[in-house]
């Protein structure tokens, strides 16, 4: 059997190469992301940065601990409470220490989401930061600056400083030296004496003693961490984001390597399919010979095995070769740490050389019991009409994965249409649809390419009319060429859309909540000053708030934790419209608490035990409840409760009868003069909540890439492999008296046609999925459009009509030199 695979496929290589090709690159792709998913988890651990230099640190835990019957359970803090002076005087007893402050601060125009931070210069010693130029600073209007492309300033230059104070202090500094850029921060140096009346508290200390002795002092304070070796890293500013970015990196690439697995599978199985399919007669005539349908079924199946050895080999080198560009795309993307490598692991090599296999297997299996069904008689065939659009187990099979899809989508509208929202879920999900509709589609192909020639087909010329029977009776080719484009349009109108719709549903939730007229800030602290001269303005209402974040324990196991924002009741009431449910917020105070319906006490009355952003627990009264929305509404507390937090926002409203072109005037003039920049609600919704995110988009480029390159090789496969088979079709056209270019054109007329009605069917399957995200949003009570990619989508199906065209037409045209007689007389 294996010698007679082999004469078959040397015979009929063109069948067998898109197989080939489409198998090696699936393997390519399963081994570069199963490498880079290998590297994720053993990636290196970033060492300290921030304290490098510090044998010991001492600061406040930034970690929340809850013992829980199921074991202690932790959260991150948001505000973590400082180092007490007492503590700090004492540390100084064991040896030499330094005190170190970190604030925000807007330099120039850098705001606090720039990265620029505050420091004393003292603590500098403990730091990678060394003078470059200059001297450090001694009064209390000087500053130390980083050197770098970002800032562009140099010694002896005087520039505006924003510092979160509530009062006093120059507006103006000069920078008296420059230090080196560290790369993880952008950091301000002011004189010690400066940097304590800027933020009094004390963050952490440097220290320079027995670690032994730092820990026995430092147990007399509750909630202190004594920081050594790597530890200290946990003292550098966003300790967690190798980690978080390795997460989403994982989740990424899992989601791109199930999405190859699973595209791998449908374009060789269906090529294995259309390939049988072709080679009726040739198997007709093995029968005749004498060969049993076991016989048959096993030349296929070895033919199968010698294409996904090789393919899957192939695969692994490549894979291997390209995982080193991934990892490295990867990183200068900033989606994963700067020092993101590929390891030395080798598992991902063996999965996906035998994934590669298994696949190939897998898609013949049903090709080759249908082989081995062929008559003897099928040998004598001359007619190529297809009599069935499809086996019945492959229609079965569909209709079960169609149902299977829409009730799990109407199972996620019934009991949770916030799940809907997830990232995973309208990324696999779909699939089910998408599977199901691509399986099914020969049923309906056949009504719909007749629907889509009806004109065409009645106009004068005969194009029209014989690419309307063309696609008819050859069904198979027909849904073989149709289904890769249902596919890549399916998905990129699903994913894209729906990324789309949510971002503008959150968009729209975030602007009807808000009712304030101008909004400030957003992205750090805000100027003192330029709260007192706001709030000095005649005919507003001004709402400062800050961002905090509380954390509740949920059936005694999980700690949940909660964006919060702080604001004085009666302005938040005065400048939000909130969706609410149920209770009023001006009756929120100390004592109490604004939460939405996710959280499990969400009854107004209630009373529910958090933790505040700094890791006090207080029992807090429930007065309000909101919506849950798309998952933006988080809770409110009063500044008493805003753990150490700063105003980091404010909401004007005008009063009725106020002047808005005085009004606008004076904010333009109070943001000028302190730094600050003054929205429009509009304008702040579109700056501060983008409609999709760096990480989402880079990572559903990936996933309609492999789509779209599925799409071509299986395109071009399979318009390849039919061309070449119709030559003696095209000869008999020839004879009849068509010439070359009508030919050829109907050859494309044919192509198109089909690609036509794959847009078609993906674009219906895409439609229910984002009604189903719509749904989802209506039962939220958030009312969006559903936002439909209409670029991208025309992009797909241009890209699939043009390589269609030349995928038919070459093949034609090369068909085309063989005079009509010869070619009309030829046989297999």
């Known amino acids: 059997m294996l010698s007679l695979a082999l004469r078959s496929m040397r015979a009929r290589w063109v069948t067998f190469v898109g197989s080939f090709v489409s198998l090696a690159l699936g393997v390519g792709l399963i081994a570069m992301t199963g490498l880079a998913l290998a590297a994720t988890f053993d990636a290196p651990e970033r060492g300290p940065e921030r304290f490098a230099a510090a044998p010991v640190v001492v600061r406040a835990s930034d970690t929340l601990r809850v013992a829980t019957p199921v074991g202690v359970r932790t959260s991150r803090l948001s505000t973590p409470r400082p180092v007490p002076r007492a503590l700090a005087a004492a540390l100084a007893g064991l040896g030499r220490t330094s005190e170190d402050r970190t604030f925000p601060v807007g330099l120039g125009g850098h705001h606090a989401r720039d990265g620029v931070v505050g420091h004393p210069w003292s603590v500098a010693a403990a730091t990678p930061y060394r003078l470059t130029s200059g001297r450090a600073p001694r009064a209390a209007d000087e500053i130390v600056v980083t050197a770098h492309a970002g800032t562009g300033l140099r010694a002896g230059e005087r520039v505006r400083v924003t510092t979160p104070e509530a009062a006093g202090g120059p507006a103006v500094r000069t920078v008296v030296g420059t230090v080196a850029d560290a790369g993880f921060e952008t950091a301000v140096f002011f004189s010690d004496a400066e940097a304590a009346r800027v933020h009094p508290a004390i963050d952490a200390v440097t220290v320079h003693a027995d670690a032994d002795a730092v820990r026995t002092l430092a147990r007399t304070v509750s909630a202190m961490s004594v920081l050594t070796g790597d530890d200290r890293r946990r003292a550098d500013p966003d300790p967690d984001r190798d980690s978080e970015a390795l997460t989403a990196v994982n989740a990424m690439l899992g989601t791109a390597a199930g999405i190859t697995g699973f595209v791998s599978v449908f374009v060789v199985a269906s090529t294995f399919s259309f390939a049988v399919a072709q080679r009726r007669r040739e198997f007709g005539l093995l029968r005749t010979a004498g060969a049993t349908p076991g016989q048959v079924r096993r030349t296929v199946v070895a033919e199968a095995s010698v294409i996904g050895v090789l393919a899957s080999a192939l695969g692994c080198l490549l894979g291997e070769a390209a995982a080193p560009r991934l990892a490295a795309w990867l990183a200068g993307e900033g989606l994963a740490p700067a020092r993101f ?97 691509a399986l099914t589609a020969p049923l309906l192909l056949r009504p719909l390419t007749r629907l889509l020639t009806w004109l065409p087909a009645r106009l004068p010329g005969a194009t029209g009319m ?251 496969n399979t318009l390849v492999m039919a061309t070449s088979d119709r030559v003696r079709d095209l000869a008999v056209l020839r004879l009849t008296g068509a010439t070359k270019p009508q030919v050829l054109r109907l050859v494309a007329v044919e192509a198109l046609m089909v690609v036509a009605a794959g847009g078609v069917l993906g674009g219906a399957v895409a439609g229910l999925n984002l009604l189903g995200v719509r749904g989802a949003l209506g039962l939220l009570h958030v009312h969006s459009p559903v936002s439909v990619p209409w670029s991208a989508v025309g992009a797909v199906l241009g890209a699939s009509a043009v390589l269609a065209t030349v995928c038919a037409v070459l093949p034609a045209l090369a068909a085309l030199r063989t005079r009509p007689v010869e070619a009309a007389g030829a046989r297999e």
Not at 536 to 560: C, F, K, N, Q
Not at 582 to 606: C, F, K, M, P, Y
Request: hydrophobic letters at 45%.
């Open 341 to 437: 490598a590929i390891g030395d692991a080798n598992w991902p090599l063996h999965t996906a050389f035998w994934t590669g296999l298994g696949v190939a297997l897998a898609g013949v299996v049903v090709s080759s019991h249908r082989a081995g069904r062929i008559r003897p008689v099928e040998a004598l065939r001359e007619s190529a009409v297809d009599s069935r659009p499809m086996p019945t187990s492959r229609l079965l099979l569909g209709l079960a994965v169609l149902l299977t899809g829409l009730v799990l989508l109407g199972w996620s509208l019934v009991t949770d249409p916030g799940d809907v929202l997830k990232r995973k879920t309208y990324i696999l999900q779909p699939l089910w649809i998408i599977v199901g509709c």
């Open 466 to 716: 014989l690419a309307r029977q063309n696609a008819s009776a050859g069904l198979r080719r027909t849904a073989a060429v149709a289904a890769p484009v249902l596919i890549t349009v399916a998905l990129t109108a699903s994913l894209l859309g729906t990324v789309a719709t949510i971002g503008d549903a959150e968009a729209a939730e975030v602007t009807a909540a808000i009712g304030a007229d101008h909004v400030a800030g957003g992205d750090g602290p805000l100027d003192p000053r330029f709260v007192q001269r706001v709030r000095d303005i005649p005919g507003v209402v001004v709402s400062t708030s800050r961002s905090t974040a509380v954390t509740v324990l949920e059936e005694d196991t999980a700690l949940i934790r909660s964006q919060a924002r702080a604001a004085d009741p009666a302005a938040l009431a005065a400048t939000t419209h909130l969706p609410l449910v149920s209770g009023r917020v001006t009756d929120l105070d100390d004592d109490s608490i604004v939460v939405n319906e996710e959280w499990a006490t969400h009854t107004v009355g209630q009373r529910v035990g958090v933790w505040l952003g700094d890791g006090r627990k207080v029992s807090l009264r429930v007065v309000a409840v909101m919506r849950v929305g798309t998952g933006s509404n988080g809770a409110y507390v009063t500044p008493g409760n805003a753990g150490g937090a700063v105003i980091d926002r404010a909401d004007i409203a005008l009063r009725e009868g106020a002047d808005r072109m005085a009004v606008r005037t004076l904010l333009e003039k109070a943001g000028r003069e302190t730094g600050t920049r003054v929205l429009t609600k509009d304008e702040w919704v579109a700056a501060h909540h983008p409609r999709t995110s760096g990480n989402t988009r880079a990572g559903l480029l990936l996933i309609l890439g492999i789509a779209l390159l599925y799409t071509a090789i299986a395109l071009a």
